[in-house]
């Protein structure tokens, strides 16, 4: 009897240990990249900083969120031809617009089961807080298409400024912020209305907005001013200039906040670096060196950890933010351009 029960305790014990193992072998999250010229997605297990899986997406690659329930992965897709600053576009190939769309991606399945309208060569988007809408910059249109998802196509289309990149939905669901590049503003859109209700100037080539919690306020990437524009979105208006580097050296792009929202961090492009900014003083804190040109930004869920898409080397950089220092590069497809770090549905 006493062996019995010596027996079935073992058996439990060894249960248990067996179970945790596991459990401290499963990632607490994945990460995800958008690769543009690749036209692919790789995932990356954390625990071990390689790529697991290369999924096929289609054309252009860029922006990439997750539904609301975690299950599934949004992506932009455009048959537009690249054309960095400087190309002359008049020697490009004419856009494949039956390639433009939003991918939807499976997280269970792990591959993409369907297109969504988009409207013209989608770059950037955001979900609605009821997560049943997308909103979408359409860059070569100077317009934002709303999408329906449950119908999978655009429902409404609203003007902005010309060349539209980034779109941000304001946390309390009231405001849908859109940049523009050539005329260097935001175009601040009611969700309801699906109108304009006020145009912000913010600075030269503004690139991503990222909002505090409260919606208090917002903060803008000028890539050509080498700056990052403080924006009071309560009034809508800009506030204060937050001077990263010299202009044409320094080009932020991308920007994300810690999850306690005191800092936030931004990409540089060829600056090869990521600065970060203190949000109460909004003051640079420091920076440091990450890769080449890095766009796309992500944070693990303890915010100890970010991801930086670098383009041209065809990488991610793994960066330990408690010493700021790039403690692993991970090869991935070509022209890695957007990051999304996800936890299990």
């Given at each position: ?45 954390p ?6 899986a290369t ?17 599934t992965?949004?992506?932009t ?45 989608p ?34 289309t ?17 405001f ?26 913010v ?8 909002f ?22 309560i ?46 003083k ?48 991970i ?15």
């Open positions: 009897m006493r062996f019995r029960i010596l027996l079935r305790t073992w058996v439990i014990l060894t249960g248990i240990l067996v179970c945790d193992a596991q459990l401290r072998s499963s990632p607490p999250y994945y990460v995800y990249v958008t690769n543009e010229a690749s036209g692919d997605m790789s995932v990356i297990n625990l071990s900083n390689r790529v697991v999924v096929p997406l289609g054309k252009r690659p860029r922006g990439i969120h997750a539904s609301l329930d975690r299950r992965i949004y992506l897709l455009s048959g537009s031809p690249m054309a960095p600053p400087g190309v002359d576009e008049s020697r490009l190939p004419p856009a494949d617009k039956a390639a433009d769309g939003i991918g939807v991606f499976d997280v269970g399945r792990g591959k993409v089961t369907g297109v969504l309208q988009s409207g013209s060569d770059e950037q988007f955001d979900v609605s807080k009821d997560g049943k809408s997308l909103f979408v910059s359409n860059e070569d249109v100077a317009a934002a298409s709303i999408v329906d998802v449950a119908a999978g196509k655009v429902s409404q609203v003007h902005v400024g010309d060349e539209p990149e980034g779109v941000t939905v304001s946390p309390n669901g009231k849908v912020y859109v940049t523009s590049e050539t005329t260097g503003t935001i175009a601040v859109i009611d969700p309801i209305t699906a109108k304009v209700i006020k145009t912000i100037k600075g030269r080539r503004p690139r991503t907005v990222a505090l919690p409260d919606a208090s306020r917002a903060y803008v990437s000028a890539e050509n001013d080498g700056a990052v524009t403080v924006v009071d979105s009034r809508h208006e800009a506030i204060r200039t937050i001077h990263l580097g010299e202009p044409g050296v320094i080009k932020p792009m991308a920007i994300i906040l810690s999850p306690d929202a005191k800092k936030a961090y931004v990409s540089t492009g060829r600056g090869q670096k990521v600065f970060v900014i203190d949000t109460v909004n003051e640079v804190l420091t920076s440091f060196q990450v890769g080449q040109r890095p766009w796309g930004l992500a944070l693990s869920p303890d915010g100890q950890t970010l991801y930086t898409a670098n383009g041209p080397s065809n990488d991610v950089s793994v960066v330990d933010l408690r010493a700021g220092t790039v403690v692993a590069k090869s991935v497809g070509r022209g890695p351009w957007g990051i999304l770090v996800l936890a299990p549905p």
